[in-house]
């Protein structure tokens, strides 16, 4: 039998986005430009992954067990010519224009070569979701300046978001565990801005960021009405980097501890406003989780096609592993579970991106704007200063607040939950079912499977614990014990 | 566990030799694995009286049964898995050795229960492979019979010194032979790299035309089949008691952790799906330390189905032990993701799980 006939994935440059997912056919007919889009970001991400992750993943790896400092500028480099640093900023102003739906596949293909990798290209995109939230133009404009500049530069521009504090992970995310979390960080009102002392710990980019998004309560004893989000330059005096974490896996991207003693804020640079710190975090996650279940499928099905590459060349005595009876019944339930959770991720993107934030890009005023407007002026300090005239700002924040309620909000983190879950548990359980398969042989590094395993696992612990997922999906779901 | 009190003193002695020398190596043995350090390790157990613990008192060793020596790689498990392991393998070609019996086994035997200080008798086991390309084989050339071939990935090779290598003959019928490890032509390939087990330098080991006379012949050509079965049981058993060892501690370190950590407005312990995760553990825990321990008490129990079960059961507790770690868990420097690597490890040893299982039935049709 020819097991070769079925290439598909990593083994194959074709792209397959409607194919894998036929309901996406149907809405190709009806908006071809959105699915275009999101074919298109499978054939760059599959090419990337493909001609330039896979060639150097297992080396980086190596590398970063090494020393966990280790970065490939050089991959990153060609990642940013190829404009994925600022994959979701729109065409006209320089960026990729990807829509939610893009940015899922590009995702997907991208981590189904790495994940670590992706983190370092893709989560910078954290930046502009988080600039987004309270939809301030000025800022959010200002940012979308910088960030294609550095871009154009080839210079790199990082963002982390950094809300986990040494005493507090899933406290940090929820209003519940937040009402009694114990804080490690601390804002002080000073004439002019505010001066912060604490630590935040296992901050992905934290060591090599430009920009800290950052949640810290002015009053310790009453967090959940005075946490707050700043905005803090990495260049801050009394700004500094503590370890860069080993780690099990993902071990390209850098998780760092981040240290503040008396860095001074000043007002400007308060996102929001103390008490509404969880607002923003929450706003944050209604995206990303569902992003981090996508991530984590890309995961899986880069584990099971590797798998079966592996399989289809291991000859036992006299045939094949892929031709073990078992090994079929393990593979076909495995594509059954990616088929399902890919399903699922997509219909989220298509979600964010038709009833959440991404639709403003799609607003009519936005969308105008964007047509009209050519890029020199889009991108001036003009534009950045009309954005940041309070009218402005209020009308762009009273269309955002129309279209991105608080009710969307938990909404959405619920549905990302879901998705956030049944992307990692998947991750989690093809990587290792994976393994069982190809044996120790099919385990060594070399194979690039075990590296899926380690990835893997971390997924099911940030963006909210599956535990704190499963918590938040029940309460938004059925409701809240009194 | 009253029946097994009698070895309640080797197993204390051997639980702190183990928390002493092994666990403050560990970590780093996991980063980078250090041959000398190994060797070093291996010597001081001697002190305990580790390696030769199956061998008999009449070869110099403590005579001690199969099942105190699956106790004490348990033990040895909760500070490493990677280090019991290399204790397993030995083991079982100690086993196969002293089962086989003749001269040649017991100048080894002798020099395993008594090891040079600055370079240690440690043995490796052999068993055949339907994977290799080259598999290993005995040929007869101008009168001499000669090893050649390649063998699947083997623990403890470039520690060891005298290699227990089991060999399917061409007519279906086992073998077995004693290798020495400085014999010309034996030469261990490049290391695995698996993610766990990282102590153990697993490799494939290649023989060419290595001279192997008469005298070396541990079993009669042709014989060895319930050897090797034997052998294959025994080695089932031990990883499954080092998956229960290694298991032991993530469930304890997550406990602990529990205890400890402060969420969502007490410690974390008091929420009922941390104890539900812990609950699972204990369950699991003890029916695996039941199942294994019957392999060895000849109770009727399929060893290698023990293996499937108790290494599967360990991962999937390794892993929840993580989880109830968050962040905290997937660092190294908390020694839990280790666990989970080495768990994943220990699941492939001596077979895939999912084979094993499919086998143990039918095997009864044929
Ligand atoms: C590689 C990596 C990258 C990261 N990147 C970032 C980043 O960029 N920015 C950032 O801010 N953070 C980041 N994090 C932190 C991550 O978000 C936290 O680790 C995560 O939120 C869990 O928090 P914790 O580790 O403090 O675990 P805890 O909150 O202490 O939880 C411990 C365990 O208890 C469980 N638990 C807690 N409460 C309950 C309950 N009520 N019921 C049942 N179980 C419960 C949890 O599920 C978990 O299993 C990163 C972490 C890692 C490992």
Redesign the pocket.
């Known amino acids: 039998m020819d097991h070769l006939a079925a290439k598909y994935g990593l083994s194959s440059d074709a792209p397959d986005l409607v194919t894998t997912v036929p309901a996406l056919g149907k809405l190709k007919k009806i908006r071809p430009s959105y699915i275009k889009r999101a074919e298109s970001a499978q054939v760059t991400g599959r090419r990337f992954a493909r001609e330039e992750i896979l060639p150097r993943v297992l080396e980086i790896d190596k590398e970063c067990t090494r020393d966990p400092r280790y970065f490939d500028w050089d991959l990153w480099r060609k990642a940013n010519d190829e404009k994925l640093t600022v994959a979701l900023i729109p065409r006209e102003m320089g960026g990729l224009g990807y829509t939610a739906l893009g940015a899922t596949v590009l995702c997907e293909e991208m981590t189904s070569a790495c994940m670590g990798i992706t983190a370092n290209i893709l989560?910078n995109n954290?930046g502009l979701l988080g600039a987004l939230v309270e939809f301030r133009t000025g800022i959010v404009l200002r940012i979308i300046r910088d960030m294609v500049k550095a871009q154009r530069r080839g210079e790199p521009l990082f963002w982390?978001?950094?809300?986990?504090?040494?005493?507090?992970?899933?406290?940090?995310?929820?209003e519940r565990?937040m009402a009694t979390m114990r804080p490690s960080t601390h804002a002080e009102k000073v004439s002019g801005g505010y001066r912060i002392n604490g630590t935040?710990?296992?901050?992905?980019?934290?060591s090599l960021a430009h920009y800290v998004i950052a949640t810290i309560p002015l009053d310790r004893s009453n967090p959940l009405e005075s946490i707050a989000t700043f905005l803090i330059p990495t260049s801050s005096e009394g700004f500094s980097v503590g370890k860069v974490?080993r780690?099990c896996g993902?071990k390209a991207?850098q998780?760092a501890e981040l240290i503040f003693e008396d860095v001074y804020v000043p007002e400007e640079n308060l996102w929001e406003p103390p008490g509404r710190g969880l607002r923003h975090t929450r706003e944050i996650l209604s995206t990303t989780r569902g992003f981090i279940g996508a991530s984590a499928l890309g995961v899986a099905r880069g584990a099971l096609e590797r798998c079966i590459e592996y399989a289809s060349k291991k000859k036992i005595g006299n045939h094949f592993l892929i031709d073990e009876d078992w090994v079929r019944y393990a593979i076909a339930d495995m594509i059954k579970d990616i088929k399902t959770v890919r399903a699922a991720c997509y219909n989220f993107a298509i979600s964010v991106d038709t009833y959440h934030v991404m639709g403003l890009f799609e607003s009519l005023p936005v969308k105008t704007a964007l047509k009209m407007i050519p890029e020199r002026i889009l991108l001036s300090e003009f534009v950045q200063t009309i954005g940041g005239l309070s009218l402005v700002e209020s009308l762009a924040g009273k269309i955002k607040n129309r279209m991105v309620s608080d009710a969307t909000v938990e909404r959405f983190v619920k549905e990302g939950s879901a998705v956030k879950v049944a992307g990692t548990d998947l991750a989690m359980n093809v990587s290792s079912r994976v393994l069982d398969i190809v044996g120790l042989e099919g385990m060594s590094h070399r194979y690039g499977m075990e590296k899926c395993f380690r990835d893997a696992k971390?997924t099911q612990?940030?963006?909210?614990?599956?535990?704190?997922c499963?918590?938040d999906l029940f309460h938004q779901e059925i409701g809240s014990p009194q | 566990m009253a029946v097994h009190e009698k070895y309640s003193e080797i197993i204390d002695v051997c639980r702190r030799f183990a928390a002493r020398e092994i666990g403050a190596a560990a970590l780093a043995y996991d980063l980078e694995t250090d041959s000398q350090g190994v060797k070093a390790l291996w010597t001081k157990s001697c002190e305990v009286g580790i390696p030769g613990l199956l061998i008999p008192e009449e070869s110099g060793g403590a005579g001690q049964s199969a099942l105190c020596c699956a106790l004490v790689l348990n033990v040895l498990a909760a500070e490493c898995a990677g280090m019991a392991s290399l204790f397993a393998d030995h083991f079982v070609a100690c086993h196969t050795l002293i089962r086989a019996g003749g001269k040649e086994s017991e100048r080894c035997l002798q020099a395993m229960a008594n090891p040079a200080i600055d370079d240690p008798a440690i043995a490796a086991v052999v068993f055949p492979s339907e994977e290799e390309e080259d598999p290993v084989r005995i040929v007869e050339s101008e009168g001499k019979l000669l090893l050649s071939g390649r063998t699947a990935l083997t623990g403890n090779t470039s520690l060891a010194q005298h290699y227990a290598v089991f060999v399917k003959e061409r007519d279906g019928k086992i073998t077995c032979i004693l290798v020495e490890g400085g014999t010309p032509g034996v030469s261990v390939g490049e290391g695995a790299n698996l993610p766990g087990l990282k102590v153990n330098p697993f490799a494939p080991v290649t023989f060419k035309e290595v001279e192997i006379g008469d005298r070396f012949l541990v079993t009669e050509r042709g014989s060895g089949r319930e050897l090797m079965e034997s052998a294959q049981n025994l080695f089932f058993g031990f990883v499954a008691a080092i998956a229960m060892g290694t298991a032991q501690r993530a469930y304890e370190k997550a406990a602990g952790?529990?205890r400890e950590?402060?969420?969502?407005g007490t410690t974390?312990i008091n929420?009922?799906?941390?104890q539900r995760?812990l609950g699972t553990m204990r369950m699991k825990l003890g029916v695996g330390r039941a199942a294994y321990m019957d392999v060895f008490d000849g109770g009727e129990r399929d060893a290698g189905l023990t293996k499937a079960f108790c290494t599967d059961a360990a991962l999937e507790i390794a892993v929840d032990a993580v989880?109830?770690?968050?962040?905290?868990?997937?660092?190294h420097e908390y020694g839990v993701e280790k666990i989970m690597r080495d768990c994943k490890v220990l699941q492939l040893l001596g077979g895939r799980n999912g084979s094993l299982i499919i086998e143990s039935i039918a095997r009864e049709l044929r």
Request: charged fraction near 20%; include cysteine; charge should be negative.
């Open positions: 989560f954290f982390a978001w950094a809300i986990t504090e040494p005493s507090a992970g899933t406290d940090v995310e929820d565990a935040k710990c296992f901050i992905t980019n934290g974490e780690k993902q991207s998780t971390v612990i940030y963006e909210g614990s599956n535990q704190a499963r918590l | 952790y529990a950590r402060y969420q969502f974390i929420h009922p799906e941390i995760m989880q109830i770690h968050g962040g905290y868990g997937y660092m």
